[in-house]
């Protein structure tokens, strides 16, 4: 008689987190605990809301089988949220090199004289994690800034950018009038001293007239004395 336990469970409780109208997955593993190949088969109360791959198979010594159990869309959420569904795992010894092939029902009867090993499972509902608020909360000391403070930067930059250039164009108007007055003041300097050269150049040959009338008066003045 066969006194050690051929598989364990883990874990005993398949948690689905609820969500109406979509598939949800959950797992557990068969974990053989021998040195035996050990068959085992799934079967569960309510084989139409499950789906469960694979339902049966064969789990080398030591070794794991991981099992994946689907549960349909559910339309309604159940009073509660509690579930009566159970799973059963059965599990019995089988010859080396067997195969799922050659996986049968009566290799699980008892009345057969098969050790079959069974250990069952609950299904239990859990809410499904809570989604991000799209709409940040207060933020604290330390936080990244806000989608409203992030576009206030971004406007920000450019305005900063239109002012400095507003002054420099104020600037650069400014040294303009400063260089056409200086222009001006120039050429009014210039016109003043090419009419001082003018005159100058004028008053020359008056000079020379008057001095020549003189000397003609006293030569005459000479003459008539002499």
Do not use: W
């Not at 009073?79 to 799922?100: R, W």
Request: hydrophobic share 35%; net charge negative.
């Amino acid at each position: 008689m066969i006194s050690e336990e051929l598989v364990s469970i883990d874990p005993l409780d398949l948690k689905f987190p609820l969500e109406l109208n979509k598939s949800i997955l959950s797992s557990f593993e068969v974990i053989n605990k021998t040195d035996n190949h050990v068959a085992f088969k799934v079967k569960t109360t309510n084989p139409r809301k499950y789906t469960v791959r694979p339902n049966c198979g064969i789990v080398l010594p030591q070794s794991r089988s991981n099992i994946t159990v689907t549960m349909q869309p559910q339309l309604e959420l159940p009073p509660d949220m509690e579930c009566k569904d159970k799973f059963l795992v059965q599990s019995v010894i089988t010859n080396p090199g067997s195969t799922p092939k050659d996986i049968n029902p009566d290799m699980f009867n008892k009345s057969g004289g098969n050790h079959v090993e069974e250990c069952k499972l609950k299904v239990i509902y859990v809410f499904p994690p809570r989604k991000p608020s799209p709409v940040p909360e207060d933020s604290e000391e330390g936080t990244s800034p806000t989608a409203s403070e992030t576009e206030l930067q971004e406007h920000s930059e450019p305005q900063d950018n239109s002012i400095k250039a507003r002054d420099l164009i104020l600037k650069l108007m400014e040294e303009r009038d400063f260089i056409i007055q200086q222009n001006a003041k120039l050429n009014r300097d210039l016109e003043h001293l090419r009419h001082g050269r003018q005159e100058h150049r004028t008053g020359v040959p008056l000079l020379y007239i008057l001095l020549v009338g003189l000397l003609g008066i006293l030569l005459g003045y000479i003459v008539r004395n002499v």
